[in-house]
């Protein structure tokens, strides 16, 4: 059974320039994600794979079709039970999103507090998370003193720290240089290898995709234009 499924799925914007009638941001997509794939989406600003991310990730209702994340109809929930669809989802981003005036170790914590875990168990699990993305030195330095590359080591530590079974990385390599790129690409690899979390990947690059995706869906004006194993899609015919 896929992990994510998407079946006709449209989504509409009023437009921004008023009086323009609608913006069709997803335009009747079908895809399917399988459990443990490391499923990449490609293609250019304006596409709709954000949006795509945040129909999956609940956080915008679709206008049409249907959305499963692990076989639940996430189209026909009430809010509190949507909770609990985001809370099987982590989000790593370009920009990484931490806070600035708190610490490592408290934005990693973050998302426990909220889930209400005990201080303990926090503890034990932030220290857990730093060792796996190699910052236990870096438990008390503030954003502003790390690297990109430790801005989003520290993305993906919060991200995985309720255990989530899908990771969605919207663009989570774009500000980094080709070098950190590989470092985060690799890290998300051992993720998806050592902990069997589905990996999304939204990117504009094909090096990304390259890199590290086994399945792509390639986007084109709210549309997957042709999708399947990244080796066949992007062979030369
Ligand atoms: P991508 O992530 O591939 O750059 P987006 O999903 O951000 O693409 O955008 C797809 C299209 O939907 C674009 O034309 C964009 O301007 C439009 N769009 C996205 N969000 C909104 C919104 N909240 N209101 C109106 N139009 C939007
Ligand atoms: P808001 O609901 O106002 O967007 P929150 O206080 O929920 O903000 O979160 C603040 C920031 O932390 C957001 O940018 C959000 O994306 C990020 N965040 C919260 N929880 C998580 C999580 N589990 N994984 C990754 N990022 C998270």
Redesign the pocket.
Known sequence: MPIVSLTNVSKA????TPGDGE?I??DDVTLSIEKGDVFGII??????????V?LINALEPATSGTILVDGVDITALRESELRKVRGGIGMIFQQFNLFSSRNVRANIAYPLTLAGWKKPDIDARVTELLSFVGLSDKAKAYPEQLSGGQKQRVGIARALATGPAILLADEATSALDPQTTHEVLDLLKRVNEEQGITIVV?T?EMDVIQTIATKVAV?ER?RVIEQGDVFDVFSAP
């Open positions: 914007y009023p437009s921004r913006v941001a997803v293609g250019y600003s304006g596409a709709g794979k954000s949006t795509l945040r939204i504009h986007m709210g």
